[in-house]
């Protein structure tokens, strides 16, 4: 997962924060929408939801996720080292995605990240498996060592 570190590390400085957070969340299965602004304003392409303004923290953005909450299934948006805010809504991805079924999260991923360059990741809730979606793309990320 630390490959992940060159693409968030000269936008934010809380890579620990977020593998830890989306390591939790993907054990204990709570899905997650989490986007990391880097050049593109993203303004324009997001309906915006709750203002946020606090430092990035694993413990904030987990309980932001946290099955049941209101914002928990839609998205928040990383700026630097702030969360910005909660419960944005992205725009979806309509491109067809062959066999594989992409639930709405990461059809938002996918979509936000065809018209910026922004960096999303997401968490499952249904499998807890973890990917990012840069430029279009959507790459697995293994959370845990191999035994």
């Known amino acids: ?62 309980s932001i996720f946290f099955p049941g909450n209101p914002p928990n299934d839609d998205a928040v948006i990383v700026s630097l080292n702030q969360i910005v805010s909660a419960a944005n809504v992205l725009p979806l991805s309509d491109r067809f995605t062959g066999d594989q079924k992409l639930g709405t999260r990461h059809r938002a991923a996918l979509g936000l990240t065809e018209r910026s360059d922004a960096l999303v990741l997401v968490v499952s809730d249904e499998t807890g498996k973890v990917s990012f979606a840069l430029n279009g793309n959507l790459y697995p990320i293994t959370t845990h060592e191999p035994q």
């Not at 620990?16 to 303004?43: A, F, T």
Request: a negative charge.
């Open 1 to 62: 997962m630390s490959y992940l570190n060159c693409y968030l590390s000269p936008f934010t400085d809380k890579y620990p924060e977020l593998s830890i957070c989306i390591q939790n969340m993907s054990k204990s299965r709570h899905g997650g929408l989490i986007v990391i602004q880097r050049e593109d304003s993203l303004e324009s392409l997001i309906r915006p939801g709750i203002s946020i303004g606090a430092e990035l923290t694993h413990s904030l953005l987990e």
